[in-house]
Protein backbone atom coordinates (compact mmCIF):
# COMPACT_ATOMS: atom_id res chain seq x y z
CA UNK A 1 0.00 0.00 0.00
CA UNK A 2 1.02 3.40 -0.87
CA UNK A 3 0.94 6.58 0.47
CA UNK A 4 0.00 9.72 -1.54
CA UNK A 5 1.73 12.73 -1.64
CA UNK A 6 0.52 15.65 -0.44
CA UNK A 7 2.81 18.52 -1.15
CA UNK A 8 5.91 19.26 -2.80
CA UNK A 9 7.84 21.87 -0.80
CA UNK A 10 10.81 23.89 -2.95
CA UNK A 11 13.59 26.22 -2.15
CA UNK A 12 16.48 27.85 -2.78
CA UNK A 13 18.59 26.43 0.39
CA UNK A 14 17.45 23.15 2.41
CA UNK A 15 19.24 22.35 5.28
CA UNK A 16 18.15 18.77 6.10
CA UNK A 17 20.60 18.67 9.09
CA UNK A 18 22.04 15.23 8.27
CA UNK A 19 25.67 14.33 10.39
CA UNK A 20 27.37 16.66 7.84
CA UNK A 21 25.03 19.58 8.14
CA UNK A 22 24.85 19.79 4.44
CA UNK A 23 23.78 22.93 2.85
CA UNK A 24 21.50 21.38 -0.25
CA UNK A 25 21.13 23.95 -2.83
CA UNK A 26 17.64 24.13 -4.73
CA UNK A 27 15.90 21.53 -2.41
CA UNK A 28 12.64 19.81 -2.68
CA UNK A 29 10.84 18.50 0.74
CA UNK A 30 8.60 15.88 -0.25
CA UNK A 31 5.40 15.18 1.97
CA UNK A 32 3.23 12.25 1.90
CA UNK A 33 -0.92 12.54 3.20
CA UNK A 34 -0.23 10.91 6.51
CA UNK A 35 2.37 13.83 7.37
CA UNK A 36 5.43 11.96 7.09
CA UNK A 37 8.22 13.15 4.43
CA UNK A 38 9.05 10.71 1.43
CA UNK A 39 12.43 12.19 -0.36
CA UNK A 40 14.69 15.53 0.25
CA UNK A 41 16.95 16.11 -2.64
CA UNK A 42 17.96 18.48 -5.35
CA UNK A 43 15.04 19.40 -7.26
CA UNK A 44 16.81 18.48 -10.72
CA UNK A 45 16.85 15.16 -9.61
CA UNK A 46 13.36 14.76 -7.54
CA UNK A 47 11.20 12.28 -8.46
CA UNK A 48 7.97 13.19 -10.88
CA UNK A 49 4.80 13.90 -9.12
CA UNK A 50 1.57 15.23 -9.68
CA UNK A 51 0.99 17.12 -6.26
CA UNK A 52 0.69 20.36 -5.52
CA UNK A 53 3.79 22.37 -5.19
CA UNK A 54 4.68 25.26 -3.00
CA UNK A 55 8.18 27.46 -3.51
CA UNK A 56 9.54 28.86 -0.66
CA UNK A 57 12.05 31.63 -0.59
CA UNK A 58 15.27 31.28 1.85
CA UNK A 59 15.77 28.09 3.58
CA UNK A 60 13.75 25.26 4.71
CA UNK A 61 15.05 23.43 7.82
CA UNK A 62 13.53 20.80 10.82
CA UNK A 63 11.61 21.85 13.26
CA UNK A 64 13.96 23.10 16.46
CA UNK A 65 13.57 19.95 19.41
CA UNK A 66 13.73 21.98 22.75
CA UNK A 67 14.76 19.32 25.06
CA UNK A 68 13.89 20.84 28.96
CA UNK A 69 10.70 22.94 29.48
CA UNK A 70 8.43 23.63 31.74
CA UNK A 71 6.59 25.87 29.19
CA UNK A 72 3.59 26.63 31.60
CA UNK A 73 5.84 28.40 33.60
CA UNK A 74 5.22 31.57 31.15
CA UNK A 75 2.77 32.93 33.28
CA UNK A 76 5.51 33.56 35.97
CA UNK A 77 7.93 34.99 33.91
CA UNK A 78 10.05 37.43 35.84
CA UNK A 79 9.50 36.46 39.35
CA UNK A 80 12.60 35.76 41.42
CA UNK A 81 14.32 36.67 39.42
CA UNK A 82 17.70 37.91 40.94
CA UNK A 83 17.84 34.69 43.15
CA UNK A 84 20.06 31.64 43.24
CA UNK A 85 17.98 28.31 42.18
CA UNK A 86 16.99 26.97 45.95
CA UNK A 87 15.61 29.81 46.72
CA UNK A 88 13.92 31.18 43.85
CA UNK A 89 12.42 27.63 44.11
CA UNK A 90 11.30 27.56 47.96
CA UNK A 91 10.49 31.08 48.73
CA UNK A 92 8.73 32.13 44.93
CA UNK A 93 8.11 29.67 42.28
CA UNK A 94 6.61 26.99 44.56
CA UNK A 95 4.44 29.14 46.54
CA UNK A 96 3.19 30.74 43.13
CA UNK A 97 2.78 27.51 41.88
CA UNK A 98 -0.06 26.60 44.67
CA UNK A 99 -2.39 28.86 43.07
CA UNK A 100 -1.98 27.04 39.89
CA UNK A 101 -5.21 25.29 38.41
CA UNK A 102 -5.38 23.19 35.31
CA UNK A 103 -7.26 26.03 33.88
CA UNK A 104 -4.31 28.64 34.28
CA UNK A 105 -1.51 25.84 33.06
CA UNK A 106 -3.59 25.36 29.91
CA UNK A 107 -3.33 29.50 29.32
CA UNK A 108 -0.04 29.42 30.24
CA UNK A 109 0.98 26.27 28.11
CA UNK A 110 -1.09 27.77 25.05
CA UNK A 111 0.21 30.98 24.66
CA UNK A 112 3.88 29.40 25.11
CA UNK A 113 3.36 26.83 22.31
CA UNK A 114 2.84 29.77 20.28
CA UNK A 115 5.90 31.56 21.12
CA UNK A 116 7.78 28.27 20.59
CA UNK A 117 6.43 27.83 17.27
CA UNK A 118 7.29 31.67 16.54
CA UNK A 119 10.89 30.84 17.10
CA UNK A 120 10.68 27.63 14.95
CA UNK A 121 10.70 25.38 17.38
CA UNK A 122 8.03 22.28 16.78
CA UNK A 123 9.01 19.96 19.79
CA UNK A 124 9.14 20.80 23.43
CA UNK A 125 10.25 18.57 26.04
CA UNK A 126 7.96 19.20 29.21
CA UNK A 127 7.64 18.64 32.71
CA UNK A 128 4.74 19.60 34.16
CA UNK A 129 1.45 18.76 36.33
CA UNK A 130 -2.20 19.18 35.15
CA UNK A 131 -1.40 16.43 32.24
CA UNK A 132 -5.05 16.67 30.50
CA UNK A 133 -4.47 21.22 30.59
CA UNK A 134 -0.53 20.48 28.38
CA UNK A 135 -2.20 17.92 26.42
CA UNK A 136 -5.25 20.18 25.96
CA UNK A 137 -3.29 23.20 24.76
CA UNK A 138 -0.66 21.33 22.30
CA UNK A 139 -3.35 19.81 20.34
CA UNK A 140 -5.30 23.21 20.33
CA UNK A 141 -2.12 24.83 18.87
CA UNK A 142 -0.77 21.97 16.48
CA UNK A 143 2.82 21.83 18.34
CA UNK A 144 4.40 18.97 19.71
CA UNK A 145 5.35 17.83 23.22
CA UNK A 146 7.54 15.09 24.78
CA UNK A 147 5.12 15.20 28.29
CA UNK A 148 6.86 14.15 31.52
CA UNK A 149 4.46 14.90 33.68
CA UNK A 150 6.13 15.92 37.12
CA UNK A 151 6.69 13.86 39.77
CA UNK A 152 7.56 15.36 43.25
CA UNK A 153 7.81 14.25 46.93
CA UNK A 154 8.42 18.11 48.52
CA UNK A 155 6.73 20.36 51.37
CA UNK A 156 3.72 21.92 49.25
CA UNK A 157 3.13 19.57 46.78
CA UNK A 158 0.88 16.95 48.20
CA UNK A 159 -1.76 18.49 47.08
CA UNK A 160 -1.54 16.78 43.60
CA UNK A 161 -0.59 13.72 45.51
CA UNK A 162 1.82 11.64 46.66
CA UNK A 163 4.91 10.81 44.58
CA UNK A 164 3.21 6.95 43.98
CA UNK A 165 0.05 8.30 42.62
CA UNK A 166 1.53 10.31 40.20
CA UNK A 167 3.94 7.81 38.53
CA UNK A 168 1.09 5.62 38.56
CA UNK A 169 -1.27 8.03 36.61
CA UNK A 170 1.58 8.33 33.90
CA UNK A 171 1.37 4.33 33.73
CA UNK A 172 -1.96 4.29 33.25
CA UNK A 173 -2.00 6.80 30.69
CA UNK A 174 0.96 4.88 28.90
CA UNK A 175 -0.95 1.66 29.33
CA UNK A 176 -4.70 2.90 28.28
CA UNK A 177 -3.10 5.36 24.92
CA UNK A 178 0.69 3.93 24.56
CA UNK A 179 3.84 6.14 24.26
CA UNK A 180 2.72 8.08 21.54
CA UNK A 181 -1.45 9.62 20.74
CA UNK A 182 -3.22 12.31 18.41
CA UNK A 183 -2.75 13.56 15.13
CA UNK A 184 0.64 13.01 13.90
CA UNK A 185 1.39 11.33 17.23
CA UNK A 186 1.88 14.79 18.23
CA UNK A 187 2.02 13.76 22.14
CA UNK A 188 4.68 11.54 23.94
CA UNK A 189 4.21 10.14 27.72
CA UNK A 190 7.11 9.49 29.75
CA UNK A 191 7.91 10.08 33.53
CA UNK A 192 9.07 13.31 34.93
CA UNK A 193 10.67 12.58 38.23
CA UNK A 194 11.92 16.10 39.16
CA UNK A 195 15.09 15.33 41.06
CA UNK A 196 17.25 12.92 43.43
CA UNK A 197 16.75 15.90 46.27
CA UNK A 198 12.95 16.30 46.10
CA UNK A 199 12.40 12.17 46.27
CA UNK A 200 13.45 9.59 47.77
CA UNK A 201 15.82 7.09 46.43
CA UNK A 202 13.02 4.28 46.53
CA UNK A 203 10.60 6.61 43.98
CA UNK A 204 13.44 7.29 41.85
CA UNK A 205 14.08 3.41 41.44
CA UNK A 206 10.56 2.42 41.55
CA UNK A 207 9.68 5.28 38.79
CA UNK A 208 12.84 3.95 36.75
CA UNK A 209 11.23 0.82 36.88
CA UNK A 210 7.76 1.58 35.67
CA UNK A 211 9.39 3.82 32.84
CA UNK A 212 11.65 0.71 31.54
CA UNK A 213 8.81 -1.45 31.66
CA UNK A 214 7.11 1.21 28.75
CA UNK A 215 9.93 2.23 27.53
CA UNK A 216 9.19 5.76 28.13
CA UNK A 217 11.65 8.84 28.71
CA UNK A 218 12.78 9.43 32.26
CA UNK A 219 13.23 13.45 32.52
CA UNK A 220 14.99 14.14 35.66
CA UNK A 221 16.94 17.66 36.95
CA UNK A 222 20.51 16.29 37.80
CA UNK A 223 23.34 18.24 39.70
CA UNK A 224 21.70 21.68 38.24
CA UNK A 225 23.23 23.75 41.05
CA UNK A 226 26.25 23.52 43.67
CA UNK A 227 24.29 23.65 46.94
CA UNK A 228 21.10 21.43 45.81
CA UNK A 229 21.98 17.90 46.19
CA UNK A 230 24.55 18.48 49.44
CA UNK A 231 22.75 15.42 51.54
CA UNK A 232 22.65 13.03 48.31
CA UNK A 233 26.14 13.75 47.63
CA UNK A 234 27.47 12.90 51.04
CA UNK A 235 25.52 9.66 51.08
CA UNK A 236 26.25 8.59 47.67
CA UNK A 237 28.87 10.28 46.46
CA UNK A 238 27.31 12.32 43.32
CA UNK A 239 23.82 12.32 41.60
CA UNK A 240 24.53 10.24 39.02
CA UNK A 241 26.12 7.46 41.40
CA UNK A 242 22.94 7.38 43.18
CA UNK A 243 20.72 7.44 39.88
CA UNK A 244 22.97 4.56 39.35
CA UNK A 245 22.69 2.61 42.60
CA UNK A 246 18.98 2.45 42.30
CA UNK A 247 18.47 1.71 38.53
CA UNK A 248 17.65 4.62 36.99
CA UNK A 249 20.14 4.59 34.56
CA UNK A 250 19.54 1.47 32.72
CA UNK A 251 16.56 2.81 30.59
CA UNK A 252 16.02 5.92 28.09
CA UNK A 253 17.12 9.12 30.96
CA UNK A 254 17.44 12.74 29.87
CA UNK A 255 19.28 14.81 32.26
CA UNK A 256 18.47 17.77 32.80
CA UNK A 257 21.26 20.80 33.11
CA UNK A 258 24.11 18.33 34.30
CA UNK A 259 26.24 21.12 35.15
CA UNK A 260 28.05 19.61 38.87
CA UNK A 261 29.27 16.75 37.24
CA UNK A 262 32.84 15.15 37.71
CA UNK A 263 34.99 13.39 35.29
CA UNK A 264 33.96 10.41 36.69
CA UNK A 265 30.00 11.16 36.50
CA UNK A 266 30.66 11.97 32.92
CA UNK A 267 31.96 8.19 32.55
CA UNK A 268 29.28 6.89 34.31
CA UNK A 269 26.83 8.75 32.18
CA UNK A 270 28.25 7.86 29.06
CA UNK A 271 28.87 4.33 29.93
CA UNK A 272 24.60 4.21 30.20
CA UNK A 273 24.00 5.88 27.01
CA UNK A 274 22.24 8.47 29.24
CA UNK A 275 21.32 11.79 27.25
CA UNK A 276 21.85 15.71 28.89
CA UNK A 277 19.65 18.57 27.99
CA UNK A 278 21.80 21.70 27.60
CA UNK A 279 19.93 24.76 28.81
CA UNK A 280 22.96 27.47 29.24
CA UNK A 281 20.38 30.56 29.75
CA UNK A 282 18.79 29.45 32.45
CA UNK A 283 22.28 27.77 34.07
CA UNK A 284 23.46 31.65 33.95
CA UNK A 285 21.14 33.39 35.48
CA UNK A 286 20.44 31.34 38.38
CA UNK A 287 24.46 31.62 38.54
CA UNK A 288 24.29 27.54 38.78
CA UNK A 289 27.36 27.41 36.71
CA UNK A 290 28.28 26.09 33.15
CA UNK A 291 27.61 22.46 32.08
CA UNK A 292 30.89 20.90 30.36
CA UNK A 293 29.31 20.62 26.85
CA UNK A 294 32.39 19.93 24.83
CA UNK A 295 33.39 16.70 27.78
CA UNK A 296 30.17 15.48 27.47
CA UNK A 297 29.99 15.66 23.63
CA UNK A 298 33.48 14.18 23.43
CA UNK A 299 32.49 11.28 25.80
CA UNK A 300 30.12 9.68 23.37
CA UNK A 301 26.46 11.48 25.92
CA UNK A 302 23.98 12.95 23.32
CA UNK A 303 23.58 16.61 24.03
CA UNK A 304 20.56 18.26 23.46
CA UNK A 305 19.86 22.24 24.12
CA UNK A 306 16.94 23.71 26.40
CA UNK A 307 15.25 26.76 27.44
CA UNK A 308 14.51 25.44 31.12
CA UNK A 309 11.22 27.37 31.97
CA UNK A 310 10.54 31.11 30.89
CA UNK A 311 10.41 31.70 34.65
CA UNK A 312 14.06 31.04 35.02
CA UNK A 313 15.18 31.03 30.88
CA UNK A 314 13.11 33.83 30.71
CA UNK A 315 12.64 33.39 26.89
CA UNK A 316 11.73 30.18 24.75
CA UNK A 317 14.08 31.14 21.88
CA UNK A 318 16.33 27.71 21.07
CA UNK A 319 18.31 30.25 18.88
CA UNK A 320 19.20 31.93 22.23
CA UNK A 321 20.68 29.51 23.89
CA UNK A 322 22.36 27.45 20.96
CA UNK A 323 24.31 30.72 20.36
CA UNK A 324 24.64 31.11 24.49
CA UNK A 325 25.95 27.82 24.28
CA UNK A 326 28.50 28.25 22.09
CA UNK A 327 29.99 31.37 23.53
CA UNK A 328 30.24 29.58 27.09
CA UNK A 329 31.70 26.26 25.71
CA UNK A 330 34.45 28.73 24.01
CA UNK A 331 35.17 30.93 27.20
CA UNK A 332 35.08 28.47 29.54
CA UNK A 333 37.68 26.07 27.41
CA UNK A 334 39.72 28.58 25.60
CA UNK A 335 39.16 27.38 22.32
CA UNK A 336 38.02 29.33 19.59
CA UNK A 337 36.79 26.25 17.62
CA UNK A 338 34.61 24.66 20.02
CA UNK A 339 31.09 24.26 18.93
CA UNK A 340 31.22 25.53 15.59
CA UNK A 341 27.92 26.77 13.67
CA UNK A 342 26.88 23.45 11.78
CA UNK A 343 27.67 21.56 15.22
CA UNK A 344 25.24 24.12 17.33
CA UNK A 345 22.32 24.02 14.68
CA UNK A 346 22.59 20.16 14.66
CA UNK A 347 22.04 20.54 18.56
CA UNK A 348 19.29 22.46 17.93
CA UNK A 349 17.80 19.91 15.90
CA UNK A 350 18.99 16.26 14.81
CA UNK A 351 21.43 15.81 18.56
CA UNK A 352 17.68 17.18 20.42
CA UNK A 353 16.11 14.61 18.77
CA UNK A 354 18.83 11.72 19.47
CA UNK A 355 19.03 12.71 23.13
CA UNK A 356 14.97 11.81 23.42
CA UNK A 357 15.10 8.93 21.52
CA UNK A 358 13.71 10.04 18.66
CA UNK A 359 14.41 9.30 15.08
CA UNK A 360 11.81 10.13 13.56
CA UNK A 361 12.24 14.08 14.43
CA UNK A 362 15.10 16.58 14.20
CA UNK A 363 16.30 15.84 10.65
CA UNK A 364 14.65 16.17 6.83
CA UNK A 365 15.23 12.59 6.07
CA UNK A 366 12.82 10.17 4.53
CA UNK A 367 9.90 8.49 6.83
CA UNK A 368 10.75 11.22 9.59
CA UNK A 369 7.54 13.60 10.40
CA UNK A 370 7.25 16.83 7.99
CA UNK A 371 8.31 19.34 11.20
CA UNK A 372 9.51 21.81 8.99
CA UNK A 373 10.87 25.31 9.45
CA UNK A 374 10.68 28.28 6.73
CA UNK A 375 13.54 30.87 7.17
CA UNK A 376 13.90 34.38 5.32
CA UNK A 377 17.10 34.50 3.51
CA UNK A 378 16.83 38.05 2.36
CA UNK A 379 17.98 39.25 5.87
CA UNK A 380 21.02 41.69 6.09
CA UNK A 381 22.26 39.17 8.38
CA UNK A 382 23.53 37.26 5.18
CA UNK A 383 26.54 38.47 3.36
CA UNK A 384 27.45 35.77 1.40
CA UNK A 385 24.28 33.63 1.15
CA UNK A 386 26.11 31.12 -1.62
CA UNK A 387 28.68 30.36 0.60
CA UNK A 388 27.68 27.53 2.42
CA UNK A 389 29.62 28.08 5.89
CA UNK A 390 29.07 31.27 5.81
CA UNK A 391 25.20 31.06 5.75
CA UNK A 392 25.56 28.70 7.87
CA UNK A 393 27.48 31.07 10.62
CA UNK A 394 25.07 33.58 9.69
CA UNK A 395 21.80 31.85 10.25
CA UNK A 396 23.03 30.78 13.75
CA UNK A 397 25.57 33.16 15.59
CA UNK A 398 23.66 36.72 14.07
CA UNK A 399 19.88 35.34 12.45
CA UNK A 400 18.12 33.08 14.53
CA UNK A 401 14.48 32.99 15.29
CA UNK A 402 13.14 36.45 13.64
CA UNK A 403 14.39 34.85 10.86
CA UNK A 404 11.26 32.26 10.71
CA UNK A 405 8.18 32.98 8.81
CA UNK A 406 6.41 29.85 8.62
CA UNK A 407 5.97 26.34 10.71
CA UNK A 408 4.73 22.82 9.95
CA UNK A 409 4.13 20.08 12.36
CA UNK A 410 3.14 16.61 10.73
CA UNK A 411 2.59 18.92 7.05
CA UNK A 412 -0.06 20.68 8.70
CA UNK A 413 1.33 24.50 8.25
CA UNK A 414 0.97 25.58 11.91
CA UNK A 415 2.72 29.03 11.58
CA UNK A 416 2.04 30.93 8.66
CA UNK A 417 3.71 34.34 7.79
CA UNK A 418 5.03 34.35 11.59
CA UNK A 419 1.14 34.10 13.25
CA UNK A 420 -0.17 30.64 14.25
CA UNK A 421 -2.78 29.35 12.48
CA UNK A 422 -5.11 27.58 14.86
CA UNK A 423 -5.18 29.65 17.41
CA UNK A 424 -5.04 33.70 17.76
CA UNK A 425 -2.18 35.07 19.22
CA UNK A 426 -3.72 38.30 20.35
CA UNK A 427 -5.81 36.22 22.59
CA UNK A 428 -3.90 33.42 23.95
CA UNK A 429 -1.75 36.70 25.15
CA UNK A 430 -4.38 38.72 26.56
CA UNK A 431 -5.47 35.21 28.16
CA UNK A 432 -2.35 34.93 29.70
CA UNK A 433 -1.86 38.41 31.43
CA UNK A 434 -4.93 37.92 33.20
CA UNK A 435 -4.08 35.01 34.81
CA UNK A 436 -0.06 36.28 35.15
CA UNK A 437 -2.04 39.18 37.04
CA UNK A 438 -3.67 37.18 39.34
CA UNK A 439 -0.01 35.38 40.32
CA UNK A 440 1.17 38.25 40.32
CA UNK A 441 -0.42 39.48 42.90
Sequence with gaps: MTTALATRLTAPVVLPCDPACTVLRDGVVDVDDTGRITHVGPRSSAPPTDAPVRALPGALLPGLVNTHAHTPMSLLRGMGGDLPLMRWLQEVMWPAEGKLEASDVRVGMTAGCVELLRTGCTTSVEMYFFTDAVIDAVTTV?????????IIAAPGWDRLGSWQEMRDEVSARI???????????RIELGYGPHAAYTLPPEALESVGEHARERGALVHIHVAEAAEEDLAQREAYGSVPALLDQV?????????????QL???????????GAAVAHCPGSNAKLAAGIARVSLLRRSGIRVGLGTDGPASGDDLDLWAEARLAGLLARVSSGDAAALTAAELLLMATRDGAAAIGRDDLGALEPGRWADLVHVDLSDSTFVTPEDDAQLLSNLVWAGGSRL??????????????????????????????????????
Excluded: F, I, K, Y
Design 142 to 150: GSRVVLTPG
Design 262 to 272: SDQDVELLAAR
Design 404 to 441: VRDVWVAGEQVLADQEPTRVDRATATAELRSVAARLHA
Design 175 to 185: DADGLRSGPGE
Design 247 to 259: GMLGGRVLAAHAV
